[in-house]
């Protein structure tokens, strides 16, 4: 016989050619001399070379023992004393009862999202984070969740975790802020046969995720296609005069032609407009003559409407002088001082007659 003592918080096995014969918890104990004693520290999970079922006939080894059973497809997650240890994956676990208290959450892989639990505070840890399919929907966005290719429903903005499975999940996602579409380089034929080449753009959002991603295929392009052919019709029924004209008006009129059809498509187009009309080099060099003439014919009309109210004037102030003699030394006064002002010297040749005159003109006017 031999002694052996058994610590605090440890056990032991009584093993003989390989089977347990019983169980030794703190103490001293006595052993035969061909038995062994296998010591076991409870603070440990429990592990062992000897297949488990086995070592669980011992009525008081299975009482003193937790065992946990992860099946296929499922993943426990353990706890001791409220604080995160490990990821078990499929197969048998066995944990000492008394010193620790440990806990078990069971998942299902199968169940595709992550449920609510204690799971959700260690979701970025690496053992978890091996198991999860992780997809961001920004706070832009809207996405649509796929299970093995069928839709399942909508998802808003956040974070959204998967279960890595047997079934695929895939995430379509859209943007949903305003965005520009430009319609470029149109060249389209006028009623009158003039080609013009036509720049538009398109203000739009989505509105409909599922219509947009789901229901249509590239919904842009076909609201590009929609934009295209509205601008030909409109224009193919104007003259060059009159889509110069009535830019605006036609860019009202395709708004409204494609908005119900662009709904169907999950888009909704608020602002539509003609940025540029580009005209041909001859049609250009014409209508930039047209301007000519006419900024042309404004100015000689400006000119002669000028010269009228001039004559007008020059005929009321005769009219005044030929009534008034004051008024007419006066103006000869003024013309006088006129004179006077451009020249530094007179020199008179004569008898003396201008001098007299001059003077008389002065004397009157007095």
């Known amino acids: 016989m031999k002694q052996v003592r058994i610590q ?13 014969q019983r169980v030794l918890t703190e103490g001293s104990h006595w052993i035969g001399f061909t038995e062994t004693v296998d010591m ?32 296929d497809n499922e993943i426990a997650v353990h706890f001791a004393d409220g604080i995160y240890k490990s990821v078990l994956a ?19 892989l199968d169940e595709i999202e992550v449920p609510e639990g204690k799971i959700q505070s260690i979701l970025n840890k690496p053992e978890v984070v091996q198991f999860l399919q992780v997809n961001v929907v920004e706070s832009f966005q809207k996405g649509l969740m796929f299970v093995d290719g069928k839709f399942v429903k909508e998802l808003i903005s956040g ?17 949903l802020r305003q965005q520009q579409m430009e319609v470029s380089g149109q060249e389209i034929l006028t009623k009158d046969k ?24 590239d919904a842009e392009k076909q609201l590009y296609t929609l934009i295209q052919l509205a601008l030909r019709e409109f224009v193919g029924r104007l003259s060059i005069d009159e889509m110069l004209a009535e830019k605006e008006t036609v860019s009202v009129k395709i708004l409204e032609s494609i908005r119900e059809k662009a709904l169907k498509l999950g888009l909704a187009v608020s602002e539509c407009g003609i940025r540029d009309i580009i005209l041909p080099g ?32 020059l005929l009321n102030t005769a009219k005044l002088m030929e009534d008034n003699t004051m008024l007419w030394k006066m103006k000869e006064m003024e013309f006088i ?23 008389e003109i002065f004397k009157t006017a007095r």
């Open 8 to 20: 605090a918080g440890f056990v032991g096995l009584v093993m003989k050619r390989g089977n347990l």
């Open 40 to 71: 076991y520290d409870m603070a440990r999970p429990f592990k062992t070379t000897i297949e488990l079922t086995l070592l669980l006939r011992n009525e008081m080894l299975a009482e003193m023992l937790t065992v946990v059973n992860v099946k």
């Open 90 to 108: 499929p197969g048998k676990y066995a944990f000492w009862k008394g010193l620790i208290e440990n806990e078990f959450e069971a998942y299902k």
């Open 159 to 175: 974070v959204y975790f998967f279960w890595k499975s047997m079934k695929a999940v895939s995430v379509l996602k859209a943007d």
């Open 194 to 217: 003039t080609t013009l080449r036509i720049n538009l753009q398109a203000i739009y959002k989505i509105v409909d995720i599922k219509a947009a991603l789901v229901e249509n295929k």
């Open 282 to 313: 001859e049609i250009r060099e014409i209508m930039n003559q047209v301007l000519v003439a006419q900024k042309r014919a404004e100015a000689n009309m400006i000119t002669r409407r000028e010269e009228t109210a001039s004559t007008r004037s």
């Open 337 to 359: 001082e006129k004179i006077a002002d451009k020249i530094s010297t007179i020199s008179i040749s004569g008898n003396g007659g201008i001098v007299d005159q001059l003077k």
